[in-house]
């Protein structure tokens, strides 16, 4: 049995699950990643970070996070954003640029959002340059494009 005030790790799913703002089974400590102290550190110059050795889940966990009543959520809210907005254009400026090169030294300080981000990117690169040199007869608009024309159809038709 635990004593009021135990201390334990367990999984954010039954995190989610025990937490109840009326009757407060838990409350919720945050990863130190979400805290002041590394707030301040993305605050002053998120690129230099290493999101997967700190959390290769950053923007994912860091939103579900924002689930359990903490007062720092705006704090770390307005941190996630500003991360992913600060560190987005690097992402995709060398998905652009990082042709024929080992990117592995670029991908290895990225969280998993971003590497799917930059591996999109390479491969939009790398679909226009098969097309420009002929070996491709089209090119063809992503899933992520060719799913959103569909949304906004359908909800046309409505």
């Known amino acids: 049995s635990f004593m009021q005030g135990s201390k334990l790790e367990i999984p954010l799913w039954l995190a989610k699950g025990l937490h109840d703002s009326k009757r407060r089974i838990i409350s919720v400590e945050l990863p130190k990643i979400y805290k002041e102290a590394w707030r301040t550190v993305f605050s002053a110059d998120a690129s ?25 959520n705006p704090e770390i809210a307005q941190t996630i954003l500003q991360t992913f907005i600060s560190r987005f254009r690097r992402i995709m400026d060398s998905s652009q640029n990082a042709y024929n090169e080992d990117t592995s030294v670029l991908v290895a300080r990225m969280d998993e959002l971003e590497r799917n981000l930059f591996r999109a990117g390479q491969k939009g690169l790398n679909d226009f340059q098969y097309w420009e040199k002929g070996q491709a007869s089209q090119i063809t608009a992503s899933s992520v494009v060719q799913n959103y024309g569909k949304r906004k159809f359908t909800d046309m038709d409505g």
């Open 48 to 72: 230099v970070v290493d999101l997967h050795k700190m959390g290769p889940y950053y923007y994912g966990f860091g939103s579900q996070l924002l689930n359990f009543d903490n007062l720092e």
